[in-house]
């Protein structure tokens, strides 16, 4: 059965969160989650598990119905192969490992590029036949240029920031008054502030890296990197790395925590949502009574076209203007000034005043919005925003009363603005809503429908008491861990 593409509820599956993941059946990367089959008019298909991490087959193909009754064998074939996956070694052998590389003479140093390993005296034999590379020290503390990038689109594809974003990154929590960062699938803004620690010239800044890609736990003590699946919030390494993350929550004397995310684009909103709000319950319940209704700090960086779905599961966040860099990003576009556009964006419950956003790279304050926006996205004064959401220019549609794309025209006989081009018949929805059959709505934002992704406007209506019940539900699910 293929399960790939899953993606909330837009490819047809939806994730059906758990309060309890004990009984979850577990492939290597930890509990799995409870997919349904949501056909086209909102009939459900028979559930099943499958992998949280992977959306490929050919990296985790775990798959059991939800009502289905495995036989001893194949349990037992379950365990031994979740075991086989697990990485070559513990956390706390890697870093035993990297005391020892770190003592050899420097023309011992070698890197094994097929097995993306150090290799320590011993066992450039064992590994005579592979690509080994000579290490100079300076490469052994910028292991994200080193590794090689994870490529699979589907899974854990890595997309490293560019220098001038890293950097932005980090001026801007430091100015922001934070000194610790938790990376969560930030591997390059984590090894950023490590090195200017090693610099000595600014306040040293406490920073923890959390993310499922092992390789990184061959360069980083234990208090700094944790092996962790941001899709179940699943520590591979159990209780160590749980207690790891608790101390690192823990603000003392003045310490100051934020969190900033970058996860696969492919994946899933709605159970990223759910670790972030597991990670954001810890932090509140390390706090003072007093400020225990205050979030946690984050950003969360992810395209701008998953604003509805991520402010439907985080309605405290918001979209900023910056466009997130990357070295290898296959999702740029050329921009009609010549530059580079990326679709990625910072979405935060910081106050948007607060994050200044470069000026030479073209953004500007704007006073009403009070918040910095692209220059190209100019103030509409009928709609009281700065509209736009890709970093083209929107311009205002009178009868629909409100900004659209520039591409778009009004259309007589839809009622609203669309492309030129689209078909009329289709735009206007001959069967209405498959929920409610109500004409005046598509499934997707029909309001009986609690699960439905919602867009913009229908989410006010619901999000009170639906973001007060979630919210209990969130605790109930997070105090076990
Ligand atoms: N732009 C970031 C990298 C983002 S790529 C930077 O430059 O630092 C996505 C990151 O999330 C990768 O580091 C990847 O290993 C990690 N990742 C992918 N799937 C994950 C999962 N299920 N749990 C935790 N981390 C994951
Ligand atoms: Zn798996
Ligand atoms: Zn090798
Ligand atoms: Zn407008
Ligand atoms: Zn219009």
Redesign the pocket.
Known sequence: MDTGGLGDSCLGYEVILTDDDTSTPRCPHGPTLLFEKVGKRGETGRRFYACSACRDRKDCNFFQWEDEKLSEARLLARVVENKRRKPPFSQQQYYARLQQFISLPLDEKKFCQDCQLLLLADETGTHAAHVCVPLAAAQLRRPSRLLRPLDNKKSNAQYLFTEPTTRFLLDTVVTLGFNKVLCLGTPRLHELIMLENLDGKAKPIKSLLLDIDFRYAQFYGQDKFCHYNMFNHHFFDSEASSAVLQDFLRESNGEKVVMVTDPPFGGLVKPLANSFSCISQAWKNQQSSDSSNVDMPMIWIFPYFFEARILDCFPSLIMLDYQVAYDNHSLYKHGKTGRKQSPVRLFTNITPAEIVLPKEEGYRFCAVCARYVWSLNKH?N??N?C?SKDGRQ?K?CSVCE??VKPSWQHCQSCGRCALPDHSCDQSRGKEGCYNCASPGHKRKACPLKASAVMGPHRRKVASSRHSREKKKKKERACSKK
């Open positions: 509409c009928k709609c925003v509209p929107w205002h409100r900004c």
